[in-house]
């Protein structure tokens, strides 16, 4: 099936990936900066 148009301007979403997506990257960071300032060692 192809859409026209107008169904791909009823078309919504996307907003809450790129808010995971930027939670996740914000994560990922605090994790990294963490592991500098305080690294701890391997068992």
């Known amino acids: 099936m192809i859409l026209n148009e107008q169904d791909l301007l009823k078309i919504q ?3 809450k990936s790129l808010l995971i997506a930027l939670g ?3 994560v990922f960071i605090a994790g990294v900066i963490d592991g500098f ?3 701890l060692k391997c068992n």
Do not use: F
């Open 13 to 15: 979403g996307g907003s």
């Open 24 to 26: 996740a990257v914000g």
């Open 37 to 39: 300032i305080r690294p």
